[in-house]
């Protein structure tokens, strides 16, 4: 596609739900980022992918935060038992995969958890 | 530890002036930088990179970026803002940990431009 791109845009979600964010990078970008952007706060690395290597999760700030890509594309963000303090605009990127390059970033999905 | 600082959380500039944006950074080896800018309800937009040569580097709409070495520096600045500019501005650094080519982000500079 002509950028990266992410679904849904905003999603209000109740306290103890579970959430999924989708997104789908630059065709041909094999490495995929999700950030977390907080209020107030710059934006958080979250986990890495790279083609078909174990992802980099260092980033998750709990266990109740995965993700996973099928076939080298499209990634899924899953945020399960939602507490309020995951309120935030998550922000996935892509690049090439070849070492020091530019990250392009999708319009990132605005979640509240109520 | 990699970290950016972007020391200013506001600025407000007229329509016209010159703008500068600070940026300083903490990182062990040569690092590569970025300057983003983001409009309300939108993602990041890439308004330039340094990777390595030139020091001075420009970028789209008009903005430029000078990296300082020994200032730890990379301020990105504008001879003349336009109302369009308003938006929220973020240095990143660019590192090598853990195999993921991460990107560590300044909390963003807010720009507002007045009439």
């Known amino acids: 596609g002509a950028g990266v791109s992410q679904s849904p845009s905003n999603k209000v979600t109740e306290k103890g739900k579970d959430v999924e964010l989708r997104c789908d990078p630059i065709?041909?970008?094999?490495?995929l980022y999700w950030y977390r952007q907080s209020l107030g706060q710059g934006l958080e690395f979250l986990i890495y992918?790279?083609?078909?290597?174990?992802?980099?999760k260092s980033g998750l700030p709990s266990d109740r935060f995965s993700a996973e890509r099928t076939g080298g594309s499209v990634s899924t963000l899953t945020i399960q038992r939602t507490q309020q303090e995951d309120s935030a605009v998550y922000l996935c990127?892509?690049?090439?995969?070849?070492?020091?390059?530019?990250?392009?970033f999708g319009p990132g999905t605005r979640l509240l958890v109520l | 530890a990699q970290s950016v600082t972007q020391p200013d959380i506001h600025i407000t500039v007229s329509e016209g002036a010159s703008l500068e944006l600070r940026c300083n950074y903490s990182y062990g080896a040569t690092p590569y930088l970025f300057w983003y800018v983001q409009s309300p309800g939108q993602g990041l937009q890439l308004l330039l990179k340094y990777f390595s040569g030139d020091t001075l580097v420009q970028g789209i709409k008009g903005f430029e970026a000078e990296f300082k070495r020994s200032q730890s520096s990379f301020n990105l600045r504008k001879p003349s803002v336009h109302w369009s500019d308003a938006a929220e501005y973020f240095c990143?650094?660019?590192?090598?940990?853990?195999?993921?080519?991460?990107?560590?982000f300044g909390t963003g500079t807010r720009l507002t431009v007045i009439p």
């Open positions: 990143a650094v660019g590192a090598k940990q853990t195999g993921a080519n991460n990107l560590f």
């Open positions: 065709s041909g970008h094999t490495a």
């Open positions: 992918f790279q083609g078909n290597s174990a992802p980099d």
């Open positions: 990127a892509s690049s090439q995969g070849r070492g020091r390059e530019t990250q392009y």
